[in-house]
Nanobody, 123 residues
Framework: VQLQASGGGLVQAGGSLSLSCAAS????????TGWFRQVPGREREFVAA????????SYAASVKGRFTISRDNAKNTMYLQMNSLKPEDTAVYYC?????????????????WGQGTLVTVSS
């Protein structure tokens, strides 16, 4: 399984950014997928997850109402639309694929990870 995250960059506070994650290697539509982020010196934290068919989503409290996760199973791609960005959103963002179709949010339940894309929000 390969996951390729893209779309990171530098944006001013209050701005928007859209991340993409292209997947290959196993049937994308059978698995929950999610986004996590990590700041140097801190643990990787959950951001958002979406169930196999997009019918259920979950968000970290810190991003709820500002970020939207979505997926296009026909394109084997997941997205994260980030609005009203804050400096504290600065991190490397990783996409990940879960071990099954159940909506999950624990890092340990995701067994495949992309390489990460850096998001920097300036104040």
């Amino acid at each position: 399984v390969q996951l390729q995250a893209s779309g990171g960059g530098l944006v001013q506070a209050g701005g928007s950014l859209s991340l993409s994650c292209a997947a290959s290697g196993r049937t994308f539509s059978r698995y929950t997928t999610g986004w996590f982020r990590q700041v140097p010196g801190r643990e990787r934290e959950f951001v958002a997850a979406i169930s196999w068919n997009g019918g259920s989503t979950s968000y970290a409290a810190s991003v709820k109402g500002r970020f939207t996760i979505s997926r296009d199973n026909a394109k084997n791609t997941m997205y994260l639309q980030m609005n009203s960005l804050k400096p504290e959103d600065t991190a490397v963002y990783y996409c990940a694929q879960s071990k099954d179709w159940i909506l999950r949010t624990n890092r340990g339940d995701f067994d495949y990870w992309g390489q990460g894309t850096l998001v920097t929000v300036s104040s």
